[in-house]
């Protein structure tokens, strides 16, 4: 698996989560990193992004509540989820770049939001 997605779960309107991303040690020049969410009969959606260089751009439905980040030495991405809502329930993945055109997905975690 390249990239391993977890932390998802089941949680009360209001409340926080926080997912990981971790990626292969095998993959090299991994370059812009994004998580995507796909609800049921939805289409997948990108929920934020952040370059190799820690800059982040949000979904204007996450901005605010929402943070993205990454640790380069542990090859980890983070989604820091507060204030969560209903809507934001959705199987979420992750996905990376690398410099060299490779594109890996994360299998995907379920997120629940109850109201």
């Known amino acids: 698996v390249q990239l391993q997605a977890s932390g998802g779960g089941l949680v009360q309107a209001g409340g926080s989560l926080r997912l990981s991303c971790a990626a292969s040690?095998?993959?090299?020049?991994?370059?812009?990193m994004d998580w995507y969410r796909q609800a049921p009969g939805k289409q997948r959606d990108l929920v934020a992004t952040i370059t190799s260089l820690g800059n982040a751009v949000y979904a204007d439905s996450v901005k605010g509540r929402f943070t993205i980040s990454r640790d380069n030495a542990k090859h980890t991405m983070y989604l820091q989820m507060n204030s969560l809502e209903p809507e934001d329930t959705a199987v979420y993945y992750c996905?990376?770049?690398?410099?060299?055109?490779?594109?890996?997905w994360g299998q995907g975690t379920q997120v629940t939001v109850s109201s």
């Open positions: 996905h990376g770049r690398t410099v060299f055109g490779g594109e890996f």
């Open positions: 040690p095998n993959i090299f020049g991994m370059n812009d």
